[in-house]
């Protein structure tokens, strides 16, 4: 597979795309940036701030009108673009607000903090061009305030990070939130788009499979955590090797948060227990 950053590439009659040059572990060629329509146009994802990038973006545009900016997410590697691209081409931005975290809850994700939208984006609303329109999906989980985004015309599905084509999608508490996140994969199973292009990889061109296959690794992972915690590895720092043998050490950190998130649901509904609050450091015992 390749991509060839700065090229927009037409990729259905009425979506472009644009990948930014921000490869890595979490985002695999880099972010998919998509331009909906054509003269008057709507821009997802605006992507981290690369200059680079939206310089690229700009060009793309040239001769067109930009009347709104989405944001699937605030992730650093999504939304801070949004401002950037507004100053130079204009558009309204739209997303929602991350929610408020509790005082000294620590976290590791790379949030967009400054993310301040002209719109507040609420489940159901839709976003209408010349010949198409845009309903935002409250889909919360990855991030509390992730929306994914339905073009009915052409049957698609932008789904951010929820679900993605390469890889499966961290949930990273205190955000994060796995019971929503499993809620949130039934909310796109029940819809009827037929192709889903998310915010890192290519195409998922058979997305209820996809999406089920989805739900069961995360069912599957449960069940695994649960097994080494009746084994006697009762920490996320035990039971993270024994897991994700596959993964280079680096990324240990990253499947400790998706773990925790797990644990933090299998308390919750009252499948285990842990001494204290359920957080890293906690000791998890089964009910």
Not at 176 to 202: F, I, Q
Request: glycine letters at 10%; hydrophobic letters at 35%; aromatic letters at 8%.
């Amino acid at each position: 597979m390749h991509f060839d950053y700065g090229d927009v590439q037409q990729i259905t009659g009425l979506v472009r795309r644009l990948v930014a040059k921000n490869p890595s572990g979490f985002t695999f060629y880099g972010t998919n940036t998509y331009i909906i329509g054509h003269d008057r146009v709507v821009v997802i994802d605006p992507g981290p701030a690369l200059n680079g990038h939206i310089k690229a973006l700009e060009n793309s545009l040239l001769g067109e009108t930009v009347e709104q900016i989405l944001v699937t997410h605030t992730h650093q590697d999504h939304s801070p673009g949004a401002a950037l691209l507004k100053n130079l081409v204009g558009g309204e931005i739209w997303g929602a607000s991350l929610k408020a975290m509790p005082a000294g809850d620590p976290t590791t994700e790379s949030i967009d903090y400054s993310f301040s939208p002209d719109h507040e984006l609420k489940n159901g609303d839709f976003i209408k061009g010349d010949g198409w329109s845009l309903e935002a999906v409250f889909t919360p989980g990855h991030m509390s305030n992730h929306m994914c985004f339905a073009l009915d015309e052409e049957k698609i599905l932008f789904t951010g990070d929820h679900i993605m084509g390469w890889n499966t999608t961290i949930v990273s508490p205190p955000d994060g939130y796995m019971g929503n996140y499993m809620e949130s994969l039934e909310v796109c199973l029940a819809r009827k788009e037929t192709t889903y292009w998310p915010a890192h990889g290519p195409a998922i061109i058979h997305p209820k499979p996809f999406t089920q296959a989805y739900r069961k690794h995360r069912l599957m992972r449960e069940k695994e955590i649960l097994h080494c915690i009746e084994k006697g590895l009762q920490t996320i720092v035990n039971i993270v090797p024994v897991l994700y043998k596959h993964l280079p050490e680096k990324m240990h950190n990253a499947a400790g948060r998706s773990v925790l998130a797990h644990l933090q649901n299998l308390v919750e509904s009252g499948k285990i227990k842990c001494d204290g609050i359920a957080n890293e450091h906690a000791t998890y015992k089964v009910v």
